[in-house]
């Protein structure tokens, strides 16, 4: 089914196949990245300065040996970017150039209004292509191998249904829809038979699990469950893996940052695209550290110092699993996923984690913060656990934490998956 990738990328204007082969190829030296990260990110930033209008009047106050020398140094002097930001600079900063197709993109509103932006198409071939290098580093999976994806609505295409399943068949890839899990739910026991691996919300994985049990049993050829676009929590993670049998890998994720990473095999952290994308880290008010995204890879909007509004750290140096593919740990979810306290002060929901994980019992949890400050808090257990025999130890934990804010203990709904990603953390204190 190779044959297929190769009609998309014809079709698309795409190389994926030959940025998969060209992924597969990189030494995975720690002196190689480090020159690599330095040409890279020189050839970037010399090309926007004579390209961009926006960066153009910024970068020409330094010479071009000043940016082949030292880029970090010349990166650091540019204005940090958020979305706001961008849509203020937008006809600055969207600037096509001769010869670089591109198209646009837009992220979906679970993080608030709809973004759109636009990307080269070397952009959309590199972060595909990684996809592949993940997958086979860590299943075995070849390009052309079938998959099943089962997702909502932002890893779906915006085409028309017949253009849609055109391209997932070209893929191999049998999709499944994630948003809404019917009771009669039914899938394709052939294409399920013949899957490497499943990619997909964790979310909905989990929902089809609890409303089929046996969905598992269709699958002979699985090799590993790849989960994207949400946080993923140790209990749903536990659960998935304990009914395939099978091996999770998290995939992180930002379309328009650049950046893609995905644990190893010893879960280590996320090994991302230091080809394509550099990282930084800066302050944030709750005192963590937020990611700084630049896009090499894409010229027609660039990028550039990037908030993408995730909490996390960069580790250089090797992992357990014997890469110098550099990581981002402590990926503790999303700036926004945050509890206000009325003195001004902030907690962030990844305190949830340390607390309820304590708790081997538990399977799950969300936060919903009201308006007037109090926190109803949603609990899913392990099969044979019941709530009430753990809310006082619960309140406990939490009191000590909490103690500025009003909470009560909920059993958690009947898991619905929506079209919108699963929010952990929702608060709406204004």
């Given amino acids: 089914m190779i044959i297929g990738l190769k009609i998309i990328d014809k079709l698309r204007g795409t190389n994926i196949l030959e940025h998969y082969r060209a992924f597969k190829q990189l030494p995975d030296d720690s002196g190689f990245i480090e020159k690599q990260q330095k040409i890279n990110l020189s050839t970037f930033l010399l090309t926007i300065r004579d390209r961009n209008a926006f960066y153009h009047p910024l970068l020409h106050a330094f010479k071009p040996a000043e940016i082949s020398e030292d880029p970090v140094r010349v990166l650091s002097s540019l204005p940090v970017m958020d979305k706001a930001f961008i849509n203020e600079n937008f006809d600055l ?24 932006f636009y990307v080269d198409k070397a952009h959309l ?75 997909g919300y964790p979310s909905s994985i989990y929902s089809i699990l609890k409303m089929k049990p046996d969905f598992p049993r269709y699958f002979e050829q699985l090799k590993a469950i790849f989960t994207t676009s949400e946080q993923l929590q140790p209990g749903v993670r536990q659960a998935i893996e304990k009914a395939f049998n099978r091996p999770v890998f998290d995939i992180y994720g930002a379309n ?58 960069i580790i250089n140096t090797q992992c357990g699993c014997g890469s110098f593919w550099p990581r981002i740990t402590e990926l503790q979810g999303r700036t926004r996923d945050m509890i206000y306290l009325p003195d001004g002060s ?13 708790l081997p019992e538990i399977e799950s949890y969300r936060i919903i913060q009201q308006a007037d400050y109090s926190i109803h808090i949603f609990i899913r257990m392990n099969e044979g656990y019941k709530l009430n025999d753990y809310s006082l130890k619960l309140k406990d934990k939490l009191a000590k934490q909490l103690n500025m804010l009003n909470f009560e203990i909920f059993p958690m709904p009947p898991f619905d998956s929506s079209n919108s990603k699963f929010k952990i953390i929702e608060s709406h204190v204004v």
Avoid at 164 to 183: A, M, S
Avoid at 295 to 312: A, C, E, W
Wanted: include cysteine; hydrophobic fraction near 30%.
């Fill in 93 to 116: 900063l969207f600037t096509p150039i001769k010869g670089i197709p591109y198209q646009q993109k837009k992220t979906g509103g679970s993080t608030g209004n709809p973004f759109r």
């Fill in 125 to 199: 071939s590199g972060m595909w292509a990684l996809n592949y290098y993940f997958w086979h580093q860590y299943s075995g999976y070849n390009p052309g191998d079938p998959f099943v994806t089962i997702a909502g609505t932002s890893l779906r295409t915006d085409n028309h249904r017949f253009a849609e399943n055109t391209y997932h068949n070209l893929q191999n890839n049998y999709f499944v829809k994630g948003d809404i899990i019917e009771k009669n739910f039914t899938p394709d026991a052939g294409k399920l038979k013949k899957a490497v691996l499943i990619y």
């Fill in 256 to 313: 328009d940052g650049g950046i893609l990473g995905c644990e190893c095999k010893v879960h280590q952290g996320y090994h991302f695209n230091f080809n394509h994308c550099y990282v930084e880290t800066i302050a944030h008010t709750s005192g963590m550290n937020e990611l700084l995204l630049t896009n090499m890879k894409s010229l027609t909007q660039p990028f550039i110092r990037y908030k993408v509004g995730d909490v996390g750290s």
């Fill in 346 to 358: 902030t907690i962030h929901g990844s305190l949830f984690n340390k607390i309820f994980y304590s």
